[in-house]
Protein backbone atom coordinates (compact mmCIF):
# COMPACT_ATOMS: atom_id res chain seq x y z
CA UNK A 1 0.00 0.00 0.00
CA UNK A 2 2.13 3.23 -1.39
CA UNK A 3 -0.01 6.04 0.34
CA UNK A 4 0.71 9.33 -0.71
CA UNK A 5 3.28 9.06 -3.10
CA UNK A 6 5.34 12.36 -4.54
CA UNK A 7 7.28 12.84 -7.40
CA UNK A 8 10.26 13.79 -8.56
CA UNK A 9 11.94 13.44 -4.45
CA UNK A 10 14.73 15.71 -5.74
CA UNK A 11 14.79 18.99 -8.12
CA UNK A 12 16.87 21.97 -8.98
CA UNK A 13 15.90 24.64 -11.33
CA UNK A 14 17.53 28.07 -12.77
CA UNK A 15 15.51 31.08 -12.09
CA UNK A 16 12.36 31.76 -14.44
CA UNK A 17 12.10 27.87 -15.54
CA UNK A 18 8.69 25.98 -14.66
CA UNK A 19 7.88 22.49 -12.94
CA UNK A 20 5.25 20.32 -11.74
CA UNK A 21 4.96 18.31 -8.71
CA UNK A 22 3.38 15.51 -8.68
CA UNK A 23 1.38 13.49 -6.10
CA UNK A 24 -1.00 10.48 -5.65
CA UNK A 25 -2.90 8.66 -3.31
CA UNK A 26 -4.65 5.73 -3.36
CA UNK A 27 -6.61 5.32 -0.08
CA UNK A 28 -9.84 7.21 -1.77
CA UNK A 29 -9.40 10.24 0.14
CA UNK A 30 -11.63 12.94 -0.67
CA UNK A 31 -9.14 15.77 0.36
CA UNK A 32 -5.78 16.49 -0.78
CA UNK A 33 -3.18 19.42 0.15
CA UNK A 34 0.36 20.78 -0.62
CA UNK A 35 2.66 22.40 1.91
CA UNK A 36 6.20 23.67 1.92
CA UNK A 37 8.18 23.61 4.92
CA UNK A 38 10.80 25.86 5.83
CA UNK A 39 13.25 26.23 8.75
CA UNK A 40 11.69 28.30 11.52
CA UNK A 41 8.53 28.11 9.54
CA UNK A 42 6.76 24.99 10.44
CA UNK A 43 4.61 23.65 7.28
CA UNK A 44 2.95 26.36 5.41
CA UNK A 45 -0.10 25.24 3.37
CA UNK A 46 -0.05 26.32 -0.19
CA UNK A 47 -3.06 25.20 -1.58
CA UNK A 48 -5.87 22.82 -0.71
CA UNK A 49 -8.26 20.61 -2.92
CA UNK A 50 -10.91 19.61 -0.16
CA UNK A 51 -13.07 17.32 -3.06
CA UNK A 52 -12.26 16.48 -6.56
CA UNK A 53 -13.18 19.17 -8.80
CA UNK A 54 -12.69 21.87 -6.35
CA UNK A 55 -8.84 23.54 -5.29
CA UNK A 56 -8.85 26.27 -2.79
CA UNK A 57 -5.94 28.76 -1.73
CA UNK A 58 -3.79 28.51 1.55
CA UNK A 59 -1.81 30.73 3.25
CA UNK A 60 0.73 31.26 0.53
CA UNK A 61 -0.23 30.42 -2.44
CA UNK A 62 1.43 33.33 -4.59
CA UNK A 63 4.00 31.54 -7.05
CA UNK A 64 2.06 28.58 -7.66
CA UNK A 65 -0.69 26.93 -9.32
CA UNK A 66 -2.59 23.14 -8.69
CA UNK A 67 -4.64 21.19 -10.61
CA UNK A 68 -7.16 18.10 -9.02
CA UNK A 69 -6.56 16.14 -11.43
CA UNK A 70 -9.02 13.50 -10.33
CA UNK A 71 -9.75 12.03 -7.23
CA UNK A 72 -5.95 10.17 -6.60
CA UNK A 73 -3.90 12.97 -8.30
CA UNK A 74 -3.23 16.57 -7.37
CA UNK A 75 -0.15 18.58 -8.65
CA UNK A 76 1.42 21.79 -7.96
CA UNK A 77 2.67 23.80 -10.72
CA UNK A 78 5.58 26.83 -10.52
CA UNK A 79 5.44 28.44 -13.51
CA UNK A 80 8.57 31.04 -12.95
CA UNK A 81 10.72 29.28 -10.16
CA UNK A 82 12.63 31.69 -7.91
CA UNK A 83 15.26 31.58 -4.91
CA UNK A 84 12.31 32.12 -2.51
CA UNK A 85 10.60 28.74 -3.71
CA UNK A 86 13.34 27.15 -2.61
CA UNK A 87 11.90 24.10 -0.11
CA UNK A 88 10.70 21.06 0.72
CA UNK A 89 7.22 20.62 -0.62
CA UNK A 90 5.17 18.47 1.25
CA UNK A 91 1.86 16.46 -0.64
CA UNK A 92 -1.01 15.13 2.22
CA UNK A 93 -4.17 13.34 1.68
CA UNK A 94 -7.32 13.36 4.43
CA UNK A 95 -10.82 11.77 4.77
CA UNK A 96 -12.32 8.54 3.10
CA UNK A 97 -15.49 9.06 4.75
CA UNK A 98 -16.05 11.94 7.25
CA UNK A 99 -12.85 13.85 8.90
CA UNK A 100 -10.81 12.56 11.10
CA UNK A 101 -8.34 15.38 10.79
CA UNK A 102 -5.55 12.80 10.51
CA UNK A 103 -3.45 13.86 7.60
CA UNK A 104 -1.28 11.33 5.19
CA UNK A 105 1.56 12.63 4.17
CA UNK A 106 4.26 11.82 1.22
CA UNK A 107 7.95 11.38 1.37
CA UNK A 108 8.54 15.22 0.39
CA UNK A 109 10.18 16.98 -2.74
CA UNK A 110 13.43 18.94 -1.80
CA UNK A 111 13.25 21.89 -4.41
CA UNK A 112 16.34 24.09 -4.89
CA UNK A 113 15.75 27.24 -7.36
CA UNK A 114 19.14 28.88 -8.13
CA UNK B 1 -7.43 34.34 13.60
CA UNK B 2 -6.70 30.61 13.65
CA UNK B 3 -3.00 29.99 14.84
CA UNK B 4 -0.25 27.79 16.61
CA UNK B 5 2.80 28.63 18.05
CA UNK B 6 5.61 26.77 19.32
CA UNK B 7 7.63 29.08 21.12
CA UNK B 8 10.82 26.50 21.25
CA UNK B 9 12.65 25.81 17.56
CA UNK B 10 15.36 22.88 19.76
CA UNK B 11 14.66 21.82 22.86
CA UNK B 12 17.84 19.45 24.21
CA UNK B 13 18.05 16.84 26.69
CA UNK B 14 19.57 13.92 28.25
CA UNK B 15 18.35 10.62 28.26
CA UNK B 16 15.75 10.04 30.80
CA UNK B 17 15.03 13.64 31.56
CA UNK B 18 11.40 14.84 31.29
CA UNK B 19 10.46 16.94 28.26
CA UNK B 20 7.84 19.28 27.52
CA UNK B 21 7.52 20.93 24.26
CA UNK B 22 4.85 23.83 24.45
CA UNK B 23 2.15 24.40 22.19
CA UNK B 24 -0.34 27.38 22.22
CA UNK B 25 -3.08 28.08 19.82
CA UNK B 26 -6.02 30.61 19.07
CA UNK B 27 -8.93 29.17 17.63
CA UNK B 28 -12.35 30.66 18.25
CA UNK B 29 -14.63 27.37 18.35
CA UNK B 30 -13.98 24.06 20.18
CA UNK B 31 -10.23 22.79 19.36
CA UNK B 32 -9.24 19.93 18.51
CA UNK B 33 -5.47 19.50 18.47
CA UNK B 34 -3.00 17.18 17.03
CA UNK B 35 0.92 16.23 17.35
CA UNK B 36 2.83 15.17 14.39
CA UNK B 37 6.45 14.04 14.56
CA UNK B 38 8.67 13.33 11.66
CA UNK B 39 11.72 11.69 12.50
CA UNK B 40 15.09 11.79 10.17
CA UNK B 41 14.78 10.20 6.76
CA UNK B 42 11.22 9.52 7.44
CA UNK B 43 7.34 11.13 6.96
CA UNK B 44 5.89 13.86 8.81
CA UNK B 45 3.24 11.51 10.80
CA UNK B 46 0.41 11.61 13.27
CA UNK B 47 1.78 10.97 16.98
CA UNK B 48 -1.15 11.40 18.92
CA UNK B 49 -4.77 13.95 19.25
CA UNK B 50 -5.99 15.34 22.02
CA UNK B 51 -9.72 13.94 21.49
CA UNK B 52 -7.97 10.20 22.01
CA UNK B 53 -6.60 10.63 25.06
CA UNK B 54 -4.10 8.08 24.73
CA UNK B 55 -0.54 7.54 25.46
CA UNK B 56 1.88 7.21 22.53
CA UNK B 57 5.30 5.78 23.00
CA UNK B 58 5.38 7.22 26.36
CA UNK B 59 4.48 10.44 25.15
CA UNK B 60 0.92 12.41 26.62
CA UNK B 61 -1.02 16.09 25.59
CA UNK B 62 -3.61 17.25 27.43
CA UNK B 63 -5.64 20.11 26.34
CA UNK B 64 -6.40 23.40 28.27
CA UNK B 65 -8.78 25.31 27.02
CA UNK B 66 -8.50 28.04 29.98
CA UNK B 67 -4.13 28.41 28.42
CA UNK B 68 -4.99 27.70 25.05
CA UNK B 69 -2.09 24.93 25.19
CA UNK B 70 -1.56 21.71 24.30
CA UNK B 71 1.93 20.81 25.75
CA UNK B 72 3.52 17.62 24.77
CA UNK B 73 4.86 15.60 27.78
CA UNK B 74 6.92 12.23 28.34
CA UNK B 75 8.27 11.89 31.69
CA UNK B 76 11.39 9.86 30.21
CA UNK B 77 13.03 10.58 26.98
CA UNK B 78 14.87 8.32 24.96
CA UNK B 79 17.50 8.53 22.29
CA UNK B 80 14.83 7.63 19.90
CA UNK B 81 12.95 10.72 20.83
CA UNK B 82 14.95 12.72 18.80
CA UNK B 83 12.55 14.28 15.78
CA UNK B 84 10.84 17.41 14.93
CA UNK B 85 7.67 17.92 16.15
CA UNK B 86 4.96 19.40 15.42
CA UNK B 87 1.17 20.84 16.99
CA UNK B 88 -1.35 21.27 14.61
CA UNK B 89 -4.70 22.53 14.63
CA UNK B 90 -7.86 20.84 12.09
CA UNK B 91 -10.16 23.23 10.06
CA UNK B 92 -12.90 21.34 9.46
CA UNK B 93 -15.04 23.95 7.34
CA UNK B 94 -11.69 24.24 5.42
CA UNK B 95 -11.38 21.03 3.74
CA UNK B 96 -9.87 19.61 7.16
CA UNK B 97 -6.66 21.42 6.51
CA UNK B 98 -4.78 21.57 9.24
CA UNK B 99 -2.81 24.85 10.54
CA UNK B 100 1.05 24.15 12.19
CA UNK B 101 3.15 25.17 14.30
CA UNK B 102 6.59 26.54 13.48
CA UNK B 103 7.94 23.38 14.85
CA UNK B 104 9.98 22.22 17.77
CA UNK B 105 13.02 20.06 17.06
CA UNK B 106 13.54 17.86 20.03
CA UNK B 107 17.52 16.35 20.63
CA UNK B 108 17.94 13.49 23.16
CA UNK B 109 21.65 12.86 23.93
CA UNK B 110 23.03 10.00 25.60
Redesign the interface.
Known sequence: NAGVTQTPKFQVLKTGQSMTLQCAQDMNHN?M?W?RQDP??????IY????EGTT?K?EVPNGYNVSRLNKREFSLRLESAAPSQTSVY?C?S??QTG?T???F????SRLTVL | AQRVTQPEKLLSVFKGAPVELKCNYSYSGSPELFWYVQYSRQRLQLLLRHISRESIKGFTADLNKGETSFHLKKPFAQEEDSAMYYCALPIYNQGGKLIFGQGTELSVKP
Not at chain 1, 40 to 45: A, N, T, V
Not at chain 1, 48 to 51: D, M, R, W
Open positions: SYYGMGLRLYSASDGFASGNGELFGEG
